[in-house]
């Protein structure tokens, strides 16, 4: 898929975030669009995918590694920010490849209050870990976002089908190794 392109009035024009009140925050999402940069790591040999079990909302299920960008953040920052905090791995920009754009209507969130939900725009890329990188991901996964019981699992497309995966993981996979 290609890149949505993005359109600067000034060349080089970036805004930077500002850290919001919780409550201020919460208001947030249920006005706006919520966007997010999620990466998938991938092997390419064996087609399978590695997802962590989520244990916070909305997905509390298996699910890729990122979350929410930054104002002024392009999608490459934000998946290179996220996955770094949610792993503690480096990766450089350039091993992201960008796969899709989704939209996501969850019907609940971590944020108070819940049930209120949230509308979701996210920048899914995938990327291509060798074994020690994954041992890396493993060992550093977010105990806060990610179950440590389950921790980081490879999947093929017959186990995403066993376990219901989410549909758009399913999407992922065929569009990915088809």
Known sequence: MTRPKAYEEVPGFRMTASPSPSELHSRVLESYINV???AV???FQRKTIWLAKRRIKPQ???WWIGGAMRAGETEEEAIVRKFKAETSLQVAPERFKFVCLNRY???DRQQAPQDRGCDCLAFTFLVELDDKELEVVIRGLDSHEYGAASGLQE???QRLVEVHAHPAILDFYNQ???
Do not use: E, L
């Open 60 to 62: 509390q299920d298996w």
């Open 176 to 178: 990915v190794f088809s």
């Open 36 to 38: 997010c940069a999620d």
């Open 105 to 107: 209507y969850w019907k």
């Open 155 to 157: 999947f093929d497309r």
């Open 41 to 43: 790591p991938v092997n």
